[in-house]
């Protein structure tokens, strides 16, 4: 039996070009890659090609705990595409697409089994929307 797919999307009122850079850039990522105020990414790299990795270090402000989240691309397609298999296999797909100055993302991913769909699905779309507000203000 197949993962469940959850799919969460934004539209960013920003040129194609500039959110690409922001979502990739590993200076940008370590500013908004959270789902809630209580955490953060205080370090973050990205070798965005082919068998390269995404790592992206993600931690409670107050220390208790923490994770690598780490991805290894398998397709990527400038302003357009991003396929990547986080470390434990599951695969997640980053669409990209633009009308005008509006960018519209589209990320794909395979549920993990310990948590609710809902809550994968709240975390991820959370970080979605803190991506939009960053690139909105940059």
């Known amino acids: 039996m197949g993962k469940d797919k959850i799919t969460v999307n934004t539209s960013v009122n920003s040129p194609i070009s500039k959110v690409w850079e922001l979502w990739n ?19 973050a790299s990205n070798d965005l090609k082919k068998g390269g990795k995404l790592i992206a270090r993600m931690e409670a402000k ?6 690598d989240f780490e991805g290894t691309y398998d397709e990527i397609i400038p302003n ?11 695969e997640v797909s980053v669409s990209f697409s ?3 100055n509006v ?3 589209s990320e794909t991913f395979e549920a993990e089994e310990t948590n609710s769909l809902e809550m994968q699905k709240n975390g ?6 803190n991506f939009k507000k960053y690139a909105e203000s940059n």
Do not use: C
């Open 25 to 43: 850039g590993p200076e940008h990522i370590v500013k908004w890659n959270t789902a809630t105020d209580e955490w953060h990414t205080p370090r």
């Open 62 to 67: 107050d220390g208790s705990m923490g994770f």
């Open 80 to 90: 357009e595409l991003i396929r990547y298999k986080i470390a434990d296999g599951r």
């Open 98 to 100: 633009s009308e005008g």
């Open 103 to 105: 960018t519209n993302i």
């Open 124 to 129: 991820w779309q959370a970080i979605m929307d």
